[in-house]
């Protein structure tokens, strides 16, 4: 099961190519795709490309990804990556009232 997630990750990542910072992506596909505790930095960068990151001293990452919420604003959709290259935990940020 893992290794076909991991296959159809680095199918959809060579399908839309290297990612600028600040990547926006359809919230629901990131809410499929990421599982803490099962997907890593590599199937990250597979499927979505780089994205604005945050490293801590303790070697935890931050990565931020944009998802269109209408009205021209965004979401944001924050994963924490463990130093084992683990997603630890996400969290969504609805965008603020206008």
Do not use: H
């Not at 990612?19 to 919230?27: D, N, R």
């Not at 795709?33 to 990452?61: C, H, M, Y």
């Not at 998802?67 to 603020?96: C, Q, W």
């Amino acid at each position: 099961m893992k290794q076909a997630l991991f296959a159809a990750l680095l199918l959809a990542g060579c399908a839309t190519g290297s990612a600028p910072p600040g990547t926006q992506v359809a919230a629901e596909r990131l809410q499929q795709t990421i599982v803490p505790g099962s997907t890593t930095k590599a199937q990250l960068l597979a499927a979505f490309g780089p994205t604005k990151s945050v490293v801590f001293d303790r070697g935890f990452e931050a990565w931020v990804y944009q998802a269109p919420a209408g009205g021209g604003r965004f979401a944001e959709f924050v994963v924490l990556i463990n130093p084992a290259g683990l997603v630890a935990k996400t969290r969504t940020r609805d965008p603020a009232s206008p």
